[in-house]
């Protein structure tokens, strides 16, 4: 198996877990378990898991961090011994590997004494950084196999992949900034925000609230013109054309599950599925856009098939 190759498995590999770690770190905000262990790095002094469910989905999230950790380490030293030339591939482990350190030391905060909704909000701006940091890495891989002498960058020349961008630019503002200024919790847990369950009154922080509802509605725009976008410029482009879809289906998922749960007392599971659909939604909007910014950098005629597994393209890196 060929060296990129290898990196690309682990960057895939990496990606799931955070998937996993994220969606566990919205399910521990709300269940209220964030301090339902009151010792940190150890879990009532030792290692053995809790009954509680709380304490359980918490000490799971403690571990889940442990293994992205370990991958997203295996995933810089990786890069840092065999594609040092390569930036693409170098890059992106060595920054999630930081930004892993920084929601690390939050969460170790959270559980030793408090933070405010500034930092909290931190936490998840890094925490989905990281995630597509890896994806990145994951796709940089997959370009290089099919394109063993390729150089990488991003251009985005066209009005659907500017729009892409900008779309997923906007949902990182919305889906991080509403641990500061969104619903209170269980509601402004990992999801778009609430239009339900939570009346508007006066105040310096209302007012915010409701320019965060503002960007959201405006996100909303720009995810439906990106969907009808696809289907005029992208119809011939079948994985295009899918993450599309993918992305307005996951938007609508993550909105009408949160307005449902806001509306029938926030059960555990409409939040959950609030959670993994906003979690897999980041996952397609980060694949859209890389996809997007890759493929414009290659002349038209070499695009066909540019991150397809079908029909590769002879790897010159060495094989192990």
């Not at 995933?75 to 840092?80: E, H, I, M």
């Not at 007012?207 to 965060?212: E, I, K, P, Q, S």
């Amino acid at each position: 198996m060929s060296r990129v190759k290898i990196y690309t498995l682990l960057a895939s590999t990496a990606a799931a877990g955070c998937c996993v770690l994220i969606a566990l770190g919205g399910a521990v905000c709300f269940m209220g378990a964030a301090k339902a262990i009151p010792d940190w790095p150890t879990t009532f002094g030792g290692i053995t898991p809790p009954s509680e469910p709380g304490a359980f989905v918490e000490y799971l999230h403690r571990v889940g961090a442990v293994v992205v950790g370990l991958l997203v380490l295996a995933l810089a030293v990786t890069g840092l011994l065999w594609f040092r030339s390569r930036h693409w591939l170098l890059v992106p482990p060595l920054l999630a590997l930081v930004l892993l350190a920084v929601v690390s030391t939050i969460g170790a905060l959270v559980v030793l004494g408090s933070v405010s909704p500034v930092i909290a909000a931190v936490d998840l701006a890094s925490a989905l950084m990281v995630l597509s940091l890896v994806v990145t890495a994951a796709l940089a891989g997959r370009f290089f196999q099919r394109n063993p002498d390729g150089i990488a960058h991003l251009a985005f020349r066209d009005s659907f992949s500017r729009l892409a961008l900008g779309s997923g630019i906007a949902l990182y503002v919305v889906l991080f900034t509403g641990l500061s200024v969104g619903n209170p919790a269980p509601g402004n847990c990992l999801g778009l925000p609430l239009w339900g369950g939570y009346p508007l009154t006066a105040g310096r922080v209302e007012w915010l609230r409701t320019a965060h509802l503002l960007l959201s509605g405006a996100t909303s725009v720009l995810v439906v013109s990106l969907v009808v976008t696809a289907w005029i410029k992208r119809r011939t482009e079948r994985r295009e054309l899918l993450l599309a879809n993918s992305a307005g289906a996951l938007f609508v998922t993550s909105l009408v599950a949160g307005e449902l749960a806001a509306a029938g007392g926030f059960p555990w599971s409409l939040l959950a599925i609030r959670v993994c659909a906003t979690v897999l939604l980041w996952v397609v909007f980060t694949a859209l856009v890389i996809r997007e910014g890759l493929k414009a950098a290659v002349p038209e005629g070499e695009r066909a098939g540019l991150f397809s597994p079908t029909e590769e393209k002879p790897d010159s890196s060495p094989n192990l």
